[in-house]
């Protein structure tokens, strides 16, 4: 057995990593070598510098004997040289893709994929890494930064949870132009495949599995299972109102899973909303020892409008992630223990409120004169415990759905 990574070969020429790899794995395949399981598309930390269009590394395991390991690594050798390193495509620091391709006889720690999904790795430590391995060939044209995303995708071992996406891709021809991929079709597949995810925002009538940019990705459909994926994609090329695909794979995927953040965390509101221009907002809380900044943009829809409703001393837990400014990008966030809102006095039994007569004495009712205990009551906060995100078009890859189930 063996491994390949490929990452970093998108690029506002027009280049696709998916694309890129479809292409690879063919090459493979025609070769005569198996490819056992369906390749890995896996999604990295969401900050990292210079990031391609979603971050996303692609991975395959190759069935390689020992006695054709040096024409295994010649094939790609050979291919990595037609495709990126011609005259055509020089791949300068004026461009922005940088392809790295990786090839190992085992499969990288998977320490390397929970570092390259959870914080900014430094290309030059991951490569010293890869070089102290045995065995290993490594492929790149301009810059080494892609070799985070090809050996973290390869570590990735995806067994506590996963998704998959079945990934179609267009005509040359077609690339640039606006995409035919009818939205009422992808609702109506969302509704005959139940176990699809992540492909429509109700909230907007939106279709979600379309990109915006001119690369040759058609669409990727996402589902609970690897066979819906594939079915779903059947089922929408068989409509006259959606454009038909060159060719696709279904990629097993990190997407949806939430592995970028490791933790839920809370603490208590310590500061005024802060709204900033554009309609974003923060607050800063106090959790163990220290002060955070929890920034909601306009777009997070319910996550920003429950953060402009929180007051001191509220106690809120969250998942985000910690931007390179220091502050927490929300993802999700919820009031667990609110301040009542304001404090009034109790109605008596006759429906007229107890007024307050003076420093340490009862209250009085100003109809019928009955006393009772000077006390406040306090109107509570009608959305404890209530998680909020943002709609399904305004997530992150990575993020994990609040009504999604881990298969781990």
């Given at each position: 057995?063996?491994?390949?990574?490929?990452?970093?070969?998108?690029?506002?020429?027009g280049g696709c990593t998916t694309w890129d790899f479809h292409q690879l794995l063919s090459h493979i395949e025609n070769a005569?070598?198996?490819?056992?399981?369906?390749?890995?598309?896996v999604r990295l930390w969401p900050f990292a510098p210079d990031r391609t269009r979603g971050n996303a590394a692609l991975s395959a395991e190759i069935i390689v004997g020992p006695e054709d390991e040096n024409d295994f690594i010649a094939l790609l050798d050979n291919w990595f040289e037609d495709k990126y390193r011609s005259t055509t495509h020089t791949n300068g620091p004026e461009e922005s893709a940088h392809p790295s391709l990786v090839w190992t006889p085992v499969q990288f720690p998977e320490k390397w994929y929970w570092d390259g999904v959870r914080k900014y790795i430094n290309p030059e430590e991951r490569y010293k890494q890869l070089n102290a391995q045995e065995g290993i060939h490594y492929w790149f044209s301009g810059s080494r930064r892609g070799v985070v995303g090809a050996t973290s995708s390869i570590a990735w071992r995806g067994t506590s949870d996963w998704t998959w996406e079945a990934t179609a891709?267009?005509?040359?021809?077609?690339?640039?132009?606006?995409?035919?991929?009818?939205?009422?079709?992808?609702?109506?597949?969302?509704?005959?495949f139940p176990k699809t995810i992540l492909n429509r925002d109700p909230n907007v009538g939106k279709s979600l599995i379309s990109?915006?940019?001119?690369?040759?990705?058609?669409?990727?459909i996402?589902?609970?299972?690897?066979?819906?994926?594939?079915?779903?994609?059947?089922?929408?090329?068989?409509?006259?109102?959606?454009?038909?695909?060159?060719a696709m794979r279904v990629h097993r995927s990190n997407q949806a899973t939430g592995e970028h953040i490791n933790e839920v965390k809370h603490g208590v509101v310590i500061t005024r909303l802060v709204e900033?221009?554009?309609?974003?907002?923060?607050?800063?809380?106090?959790?163990?020892?220290?002060?955070?900044?929890?920034?909601?943009?306009?777009?997070?829809?319910?996550?920003?409008?429950l953060l402009r409703s929180t007051v001191v001393g509220d106690i809120v837990e969250w998942r985000g992630l910690?931007?390179?400014?220091?502050?927490?990008?929300?993802?999700?966030?919820?009031?667990?223990?609110?301040?009542?809102?304001?404090?009034?006095?109790?109605?008596?039994?006759?429906?007229?409120?107890?007024?307050?007569?003076?420093?340490?004495?009862?209250?009085r009712c100003s109809s019928c004169g009955e006393l009772t205990d000077s006390v406040w009551y306090g109107l509570q906060f009608g959305n404890e415990n209530v998680w909020r995100e943002p709609h399904p078009a305004h997530r992150r890859h990575l993020a994990k759905p609040l009504s999604r189930e881990a298969k781990g």
């Open positions: 057995m063996s491994w390949i990574g490929l990452d970093d070969t998108d690029s506002v020429e005569g070598y198996l490819i056992p399981k369906a390749p890995r598309l891709w267009r005509e040359k021809s077609a690339i640039g132009q606006s995409r035919i991929v009818s939205p009422s079709c992808v609702f109506e597949m969302s509704e005959k990109p915006r940019t001119p690369c040759p990705v058609l669409y990727g996402r589902a609970e299972e690897e066979m819906v994926a594939k079915e779903a994609h059947d089922w929408l090329q068989s409509n006259e109102g959606v454009e038909k695909s060159l900033v221009k554009g309609g974003h907002a923060s607050i800063v809380v106090f959790s163990r020892g220290k002060r955070y900044s929890l920034v909601a943009f306009k777009q997070g829809g319910e996550v920003n409008s910690l931007s390179l400014e220091g502050e927490i990008h929300l993802e999700s966030l919820a009031v667990v223990d609110a301040v009542p809102r304001y404090l009034e006095r109790p109605h008596c039994h006759c429906g007229q409120r107890f007024q307050r007569q003076g420093l340490e004495q009862p209250l």
